[in-house]
């Protein structure tokens, strides 16, 4: 058992309490970052005073050396150290002598695991963003080859308007957008070095903070070092944005397996993304968009218990925090894989256009035009709403469409319609009367494509609003 501390203990510690207690199977995952972490302490030690130049380089070059071998795997992290921390120091020591005891001089685990973690979660928000960029960027292709691609919109589940399969990614374009503001949000909320904040109350070392801060690429030091040692608060905003990341790929897998069924035929996803039956073989399943919804909720565990382990913590450190790196670690790989699969699932699927837009036809998802069409000739919405009410009654008597009824069929419900209302009444026309910001008109989707694209030029650090 090599481990860290011992001296005031007067026998060894239980192997089932070390191995309960011990975290090198999962905090080995931020060694890289706590090898660049001792490299940065060690640095300043030395511009400090504390450590000369000949120990500095010992140091520097056998945290350098241990690195290299494990990244080339000539040297292996093992389970007989309590964590990744003693498995540095211990190697260090053995390989350049008494002078690596002198590494740890001036911090605390506590603060060391603190800015590791903050590390490796800072790493992780940046290629998480960057794919979600790439999804992005996806969607918004779709976008552009979709324009003019008709489909009923939906209210509760219900046909309601024509709008386009532009407009309706659109919709998914903006929730993963405001995903990548709140990364860009933790991020610089997060920010902060807790290195030199010692085990909970700093140190009589004349570290100088501000430098180690700079040497990390921190915007400065926290300010207070129980907190610093205590704050798991960017793992909960973390977990937040994390689990929201997969409510809104949740959604968008629901329709898609909904639109994948035999009663929507909306879409075709590719081979490559389906599976097929053991015993049907007609069957082709949208297994990840199932999976992806399925390990959203997996995701929403580790936030609930994530703020169930810190609720009843007092400061500063405890024990419990270990918790945090299983679940945060976890939820990273999660969200990175299901971006990746469904980036790649809704690259490749194939949009019925004609059985869309045929869809969009039905459920009289022109009413609302009707009723508009009315209003323009002078009738009083409220008027208008009612004699439209009754022309979809008189339509599913009928078991006709709106443009299916003659005009002397329409002129019994209202007689301010004309002739010209079939044209008004079409797919298209219904669409492209929408020119408003944000609505689904051809004109107004060409606006808001042209903001999303220069908005996906723009360099992610430097937003602090939707566009």
């Not at 706590?34 to 640095?43: F, L, N, P, R």
């Not at 218990?305 to 918790?323: C, F, H, R, W």
Request: net charge negative.
């Amino acid at each position: 058992m090599a481990q860290l501390w011992g001296g005031r203990f007067t026998k060894d510690t239980d192997e089932l309490v070390y191995r309960f207690n011990a975290s090198i199977s999962f905090d080995q995952k931020f060694f890289s970052q706590d090898i660049e972490g001792s490299i940065a302490h060690v640095v300043m030690l030395h511009k400090q005073g504390i450590l000369n130049t000949s120990e500095k380089d010992a140091i520097v070059k056998g945290l350098t050396g241990i690195r290299e071998d494990v990244e080339k795997g000539s040297l292996t992290i093992s389970d007989e150290y309590e964590d990744i921390h003693s498995f540095v120091e211990a190697n260090l020591i053995d390989r350049i002598g008494d002078v690596g005891k002198k590494l740890h001089t001036g911090r605390s685990r506590n603060d060391q695991v603190a800015l590791d973690m903050k590390l490796y979660v800072r790493s992780e928000v940046v290629n998480i963003d960057d794919i979600l960029k790439e999804l992005l960027g996806t969607l918004l292709g779709l976008m552009e080859t979709h324009i003019e691609t008709y489909m009923p919109g939906f209210t509760h589940m219900q046909k309601a308007q024509p709008v386009t399969l532009s407009h309706h990614i659109g919709a998914y374009y903006e929730m993963f957008k405001r995903d990548r503001l709140r990364l860009r949000d933790i991020y610089h909320r997060m920010n902060y070095c807790p290195l030199g904040a010692g085990a909970l109350a700093g140190t009589t070392y004349p570290l100088d903070r501000v430098y180690t801060a700079s040497l990390l690429g921190f915007e400065g030091p926290t300010l207070n070092s129980m907190d610093s040692v205590a704050d798991r608060d960017y793992l909960v905003e973390l977990l937040s944005a994390l689990s929201t990341i997969m409510m809104h790929l949740s959604r968008f897998c629901e329709e898609i397996i909904i639109w994948n069924s035999d009663e929507y035929r909306f879409i075709e996803l590719d081979d490559a993304y389906s599976t097929g039956s053991s015993i049907m073989p007609q069957k082709k399943n949208p297994d990840i968009a199932e999976l992806v919804r399925g390990k959203t909720g997996r995701v929403y565990g580790a936030l609930v218990s994530m703020l169930t382990v810190l609720k009843g913590i007092p400061l500063a450190y405890n024990k419990d925090m270990q918790e945090d790196k299983e679940l945060t670690f976890d939820a990273i790989d999660t969200v990175k894989g299901c971006l990746s699969l469904f980036n790649g699932m809704i690259a490749t699927a194939r949009f019925a256009k004609d059985t869309m837009a045929k869809s969009a036809m039905n459920g009289f998802t022109n009413a609302t035009d009707a009723a508009d069409y009315l209003v323009n000739h002078g009738v009083p919405f409220r008027d208008a709403h009612g004699m439209i009410g009754k022309l979809v009654l008189t339509c599913i008597e009928k078991d006709k469409g709106i443009l299916d009824l003659s005009i002397e069929e329409l002129k019994e419900i209202s007689p301010v319609f004309e002739p010209d209302i079939y044209d008004s009444l079409t797919l298209k026309a219904c669409v492209e009367k929408r020119l408003t910001m944000g609505a689904p008109g051809k004109a107004a989707m060409e606006k808001v494509i042209a903001i999303e694209r220069e908005y996906l030029q723009s360099d992610w650090k430097d937003q602090d609003k939707i566009y």
